[in-house]
């Protein structure tokens, strides 16, 4: 019993092997189909929990369970620290993806939660944008231009066929940075005044770092009829990023309602003011056709299942490339009833001897 590790330089490898857009629509994909297929006597979710980091800026420490019945949990363990870049040089968003055995517990793989939770929060917003904006929507607004943002016009450029990208952030250093950083795209982005991405966009992603009680980020009141947001960044208690009143007058869709009720945007709603959930929407896409002409809001907190759809993608394509190091991270030699075994030479049974208790304990072969 191993443990497959799937490291930073095998993402390189592996991102150079089969194309960054091969990947982010794999992911799509993933994500989508895990959202179509979901069904709750087989797929266990649970709401995240974690720690508040009291650091010069609110940081947090969560984890994030989900579990297949009788076949893996996956739980990913995610650091949220917004002074990261500046300060460290490192995201704001640092994790790990570790995926366990339902039948034994074994730990099955380990792999970067960084790139995993950037592609995934971008499928999930193309997928939301795919259901609730209009098709013909053509420009693309972002509020907040830092990591997150590169995967969400990423892969919204891999839905839609976008003419313009208009970019607004409060740190002019990640406005300018941020047309380099999706030149791969080769689309028309522009840094603009927050004023113009509002008047502009057909869907809006907002995806900033704004503090607890410092939100929104937007204003009401020059926004068109048909705006789809997908409104990334709200994810703790008080963080939010819209303004009452666009979320009163859209159909808003959470990702996870128990969460997004404590820490989306839901949270400046009544329960009854909330719309069907993505899940629900993917599982009926004609019954909320209509609302694609109207105003609509992808409530993203991010959740397990879609960590886990990009985990699979991440091990099996890791699998197929030949990359990825299996190791034995895990003392599971030896004798299964001494845990000294294997760690002190002349300790436990030794050759020929009955382990103790039934057969199913192995005996050292010295
Ligand atoms: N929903 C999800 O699944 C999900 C997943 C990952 C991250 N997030 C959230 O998305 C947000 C962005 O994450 P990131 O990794 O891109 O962080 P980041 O630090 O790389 O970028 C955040 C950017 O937002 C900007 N910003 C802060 N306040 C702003 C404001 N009022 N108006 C405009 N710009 C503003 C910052 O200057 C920064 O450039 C975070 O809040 C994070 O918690 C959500």
Redesign the pocket.
Known sequence: MKTLLVTQADLRKLVHEVGIDALMDQVIEAVEGAFRAFDTSRTELRQRDGFTLRNARTGVLEWMPVMRQGETITIKV?G?N?L??RRYGV???IATNSVYDCETGHLMAVVDGVLA??L??GA?SAIASRHLADPDSRVVGL???????VTQLHALSRVFSIQRVLA????PV??RSFPKRVGFLGLDVRAVP?ETVEAEADILCT?????VG??P?LEDGRLRPWLHVNA?????PG?V?LPRSLLERSLVCP?FLPQALVEGECQQLRPEQVGPSIIEVVQNPERHRDWRKRSTVFD????SL?DEAVTRVLTELARRHGLGMDVELECLAGDAMDPYDLLLPGQGVQAGEEAPGDSRHKVRVA
Do not use: H, M, W
């Open positions: 995610v949220y917004p990261n870049p995201p704001t968003i939770t950037a995934r929060t999930a509020v907040g231009c830092g990591a997150q943002a607004f952030d409060v740190d990640a406005q927050l995806v900033t770092s704004v503090g410092e939100g980020v990334v960044g709200s994810d703790l963080k990023e990702d993203s907190t991010g959740f879609e």
